[in-house]
């Protein structure tokens, strides 16, 4: 069946970095593209970054562009996000999410979550 | 970006009572939405794509209908697992976008 695991979310300073990574499975992970999405504590969901099938095509949302950057290794089944910058205001769940066609589309699994925290 | 609006914020319903969700989109977007339930502490669940189709799984009881700027999921008869929150995502343009919010609790 189709997994997906995020790791590492933490505590980081305003202004630090972090990279999220997320582990698939239980499908061919090179055949789709691949999203992350947030929840900040209490409120809604925002979309943050996707990424196409092959990596040639990649889209940001307007809160994050020129801060976080998107990546895969299909080699390695693993999508990534370099978050720089990073604000208090990116404190959130962040959640990797499959797409259903090689393009960005809609979300048809997601992982568990990992909790970013930016704080001082 | 495309902004959706959700309608009513939130909502108390009873077991058994026929619940209707309105997404609004601020420009038209043809059937490129989809809709998704979450509970607490949960990942979203997809529900409803393309705006009327029925994801693999999902209770025939959740329909969804609309297109262009208005939309709508539909429970016809809440169920005591069915008290989450449901979003509106939609798929028109590259630069994705989820309403925010429709909580239906138990009244």
């Known amino acids: 069946q189709v997994q997906l695991v995020e790791s590492g979310g933490g505590v980081v300073q305003p202004g630090g970095s972090l990279r999220l990574s997320c582990a698939a499975s239980?499908?061919?992970?090179?055949?789709?593209?691949m999203h992350w999405v947030r929840q900040a504590p209490g409120k809604g969901l925002e979309w943050v970054a996707f990424?196409?099938?092959?990596?040639?095509?990649?889209y940001y949302a307007d809160s994050v562009k020129g801060r976080f950057t998107i990546s895969r290794d299909n080699s390695k089944n693993t999508l990534y996000l370099q978050m720089n910058s990073l604000r208090a205001e990116d404190t959130a769940v962040y959640y990797c999410?499959?797409?259903?066609?090689?393009?960005?589309?809609?979300?048809?699994?997601w992982g568990q979550g990992t909790l970013v925290t930016v704080s001082s | 970006a495309i902004q959706l609006t959700q309608s009513p914020s939130s909502l108390s319903a009873s077991v058994g009572d026929r619940v209707t969700i309105t997404c609004r989109a601020s420009q038209g977007i043809s059937s490129a939405l989809a809709w998704y339930q979450q509970k607490p502490g949960k990942a979203p669940k997809l529900l409803i794509y393309d705006a009327s189709s029925l994801e693999s799984g999902v209770p025939s009881r959740f329909s969804g209908s609309g297109s262009g700027t208005d939309f709508t999921l539909t429970i016809s008869s809440l169920q005591p697992e069915d008290f989450a929150t449901y979003y509106c995502?939609?798929?028109?343009?590259?630069?994705?976008?989820f309403g925010g919010g429709t909580k239906v609790e138990i009244k």
């Open positions: 999410a499959k797409d259903v066609v090689e393009m960005a589309t809609y979300f048809d699994y």
């Open positions: 995502q939609q798929f028109n343009s590259y630069a994705l976008t």
């Open positions: 990424i196409r099938y092959d990596g040639s095509n990649k």
């Open positions: 239980g499908f061919t992970f090179s055949s789709y593209g």
